[in-house]
């Protein structure tokens, strides 16, 4: 199975500040026709996991554009601009290749 | 817009066996495929196993071979997940996810709780 790994796993951050996840994984993402299959998840406190960023760096339906995502390979980041009350959650990358999709262990971002 | 909502929370015996389900209302049910993703207290995402119900195709994480099977009723457009041999590390929240043609998952269920304990 193909090991995700972030950095780090907690993340204090004040209020209008950026934040930066890094996530590496044990093998390349990179699929022959040239998109990386790497996804973003935030889980907000109590609630289910909601996507936010797939295929590397195409923000999903609705995501604001504080949140971009880069990286190709194995190595993988997500940074929000202009930090929010409301980006508080567990941030986790996912790989998306080869099944069983595995996640990363979750950067809990707090404010 | 679509929804999955699922069945409620479940209390079970340590060698029994629980199904979920996952009802998808508001959209199309065969061009997708459903997975499903457990978290137990205080952990991480652990993917189990996911099935395209326009084939009926199903596959499962190894670590649950022969204790797992998912399984979609097309008519009702409800997806179950079955899991048998239960022990007291399967309690956790259990979601079921849509998968896009991407793999992407962008739609999840409210989740379920099973806690098992004797």
């Known amino acids: 199975d193909i090991v995700m790994t972030q950095s780090p796993l907690s993340l204090p951050v004040t209020p209008g500040e950026s934040a930066s996840i890094s996530c590496r994984s044990s093998?390349?993402?990179?699929?022959?026709?040239?998109?990386?299959?790497l996804d973003w998840y935030v889980q907000k406190p109590g609630q289910s996991p909601q996507l936010l960023i797939h295929?590397?760096?195409s923000r999903a339906s609705g995501v604001p554009d504080r949140f971009t995502a880069s990286g190709s390979g194995t190595d993988f980041t997500l940074k929000i601009s202009r930090v929010e009350a409301e980006d508080v959650g567990i941030y986790y990358c996912?790989?998306?290749?080869?099944?069983?999709?595995?996640f990363g262990q979750g950067t809990k971002l707090e404010i | 817009q679509v929804q999955l909502v699922q069945s409620g929370a479940e209390v079970k015996k340590p060698g029994s066996s629980v199904k979920v389900s996952c009802k998808a209302s508001?959209?199309?049910?065969?061009?997708?495929?459903f997975t499903w993703v457990r978290q137990a207290p205080g952990q991480g995402l652990e993917w189990m196993g996911r099935?395209?119900?326009?084939?009926?195709?199903?596959l499962y994480a190894q670590r649950f071979q022969g204790r797992v099977t998912i399984t979609a009723h097309k008519s009702t457009t409800t997806l179950y997940m079955e899991l048998s041999g239960l022990r007291s590390d399967d309690t956790a929240i259990y979601y079921c996810?849509?998968?896009?043609?991407?793999?992407?998952?962008?739609?999840w269920g409210q989740g379920t709780m099973v806690s098992v304990s004797s």
């Open positions: 996912m790989q998306a290749l080869q099944t069983p999709n595995t």
């Open positions: 996810a849509r998968g896009t043609g991407d793999d992407a998952y962008d739609v």
């Open positions: 093998q390349s993402l990179l699929h022959s026709h040239g998109h990386n299959y």
């Open positions: 508001g959209g199309t049910f065969d061009n997708y495929s």
């Open positions: 099935i395209i119900p326009i084939l009926g195709a199903t």
């Open positions: 295929l590397g760096s």
